[in-house]
């Protein structure tokens, strides 16, 4: 009877589905990248272990400040479309924009892409979009991590996570404590929808179009796709602006992300003190009314879930306001007097400290 071997093949990662060399071949593509965005406190280039950054000079009691954050469930729009070069911008400005409401200086940015499979080109696309963002920023990408996992993710899908770090001076934190009753709310104007509300954008315009993004809404001459990719507004300079211009005039920044206004504005008062809001100041992007009327969405509940045009809520004393007006709009931001700072009885429910005025 004839012998026969058992020959088997070792086994290798890549069998399952991770290519460390499809890794390696996108940090090679990154580095270039990175160079643009180069700021004079960071030491080493990306790619180590570990990201060095150094303290800014100029700081007598410099405090660090952090925030991290995802895209959410805008992500499905970049997978249906297959436009990936966009939603980087998103990531760092959710994140960014939360350090920006202590009147920090954006300092860094890390972040966390996960995927089944890599795809070197969609990664690439994505961090080219982070990039851009740290940009507009004035941080820098100082490092982070790509991670293959299988069977995690479906096929030609992956998730996000960034990771924000600025510096302040201790003396200058804005925290809301030094808002007064009569001090102005100044809205300034978000993008879009920016990255909040996806889950139930997506259920309207499922029930709409379905996955035809390429619908064109006609009172707003630009299809779904665009629309919903608009990249969330970076507020960096137009915040560090403001803080040099009127110092301690600047009471407190909000950021309106999930929630929208009634769910943030009350996140910087102080006890006792609430905001009425006059929804007649502005005209809220055309996105908005037809969510609102293809949902339909009632009025509460798209001030709840969306930012209905309004990115940022700046307080400021009633002294500087029309300083502060001058300021966003040479940064080229839209912003108007939104409403004031009202004293509300203690104990009032986290959403009622925020009273709408509208026809």
Known sequence: MKNTTNIRRAIRYKDTGVDIDAGDRLVDRIKPMIERIRIPE?????????????????????ILVSGTDGVGTKLEIAFVTGIHDTIGIDLVAMCINDVLTTGARPLFFLDYFATSSLNVDIAESVIRGIVEGC??????????ETAELPGMYSPGTYDLAGFAVGIVERSKILDGRNCCVDDVVIGVASSGLHSN?????????????????????????????????EPTRIYAKAVQELVLAIGCGLRAIGHITGGGIPGNLPRILSEGLGAEIDLRTFKRPLIFDWLAENGPVEESEMLRTFNVGVGLCIVVAPDVKKLALSVLAATGQEAWELGKIVSIPYNTTFEERVQFISD
């Open 42 to 62: 960071a030491i080493n280039d990306i790619g180590g272990f570990a990201g060095l950054c150094a303290v800014p000079s100029g700081f007598n009691s410099p």
């Open 197 to 229: 509300g996806y889950s139930l954008v997506r259920a309207i315009v499922n029930k709409f179009v379905g996955d035809d993004l390429s619908y064109v809404i006609p009172s707003i001459g630009k299809n779904l796709a665009t629309i919903l990719l």
């Open 135 to 144: 940009a507009q920023s004035g941080c820098m990408l100082l490092g982070g």
